[in-house]
């Protein structure tokens, strides 16, 4: 890690309360306890969405890092991870877990993320059939 990376997150979040009012866009870290995975946060049209608040590359902490569009951009060394999906942005890499936080009641609720369906690029859209077996351009 770099030595004059910022370590520690603008805000951190420890209770439901605290999640209701998260602002939208905010980067924040969510610490439940002993027990818990803390979580890198952020509130994106409505939902919250976490990952890890451990960088796949070498650990630093997600939640001190800077966020724009979908995407964190880790502190250390300038890897983007998607809020959504979990997977890195701009490079090939370890993707991390991503997860949907939601509050029911007190209650702080973590459900894994659905992962997307895989889009088609240029090289794989030359391939596929159409119903009646023939390919299309
Ligand atoms: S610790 Fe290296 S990119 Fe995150």
Do not use: N
Request: aromatic share 4%; charged share 25%.
């Amino acid at each position: 890690m770099l030595a004059s990376m910022r370590t520690r997150p603008a805000v951190v979040v420890r209770d439901a309360e605290g999640l209701r009012r998260l602002p939208d866009r905010a980067l924040a870290r969510l610490d439940l306890g002993t027990g818990v995975l803390p979580l890198c946060i952020v509130r994106l049209r409505g939902e919250i969405r976490g990952v890890p608040d451990s960088c796949p590359h070498l650990g630093a902490p997600l939640s001190a890092g800077e966020f724009h569009g979908t995407a964190v951009t880790c502190p250390g060394h300038g890897r983007r991870y998607d809020m959504v999906t979990g997977r890195p942005v701009g490079v090939t890499g370890e993707p991390t877990a991503a997860y949907v936080v939601a509050v029911d009641h007190d209650e702080v609720q973590l459900r894994a993320a659905q992962p997307q369906r895989r889009r088609f690029g240029w090289w794989q859209r030359d391939r596929r059939k159409t119903r009646d077996g023939s390919a299309t351009r």
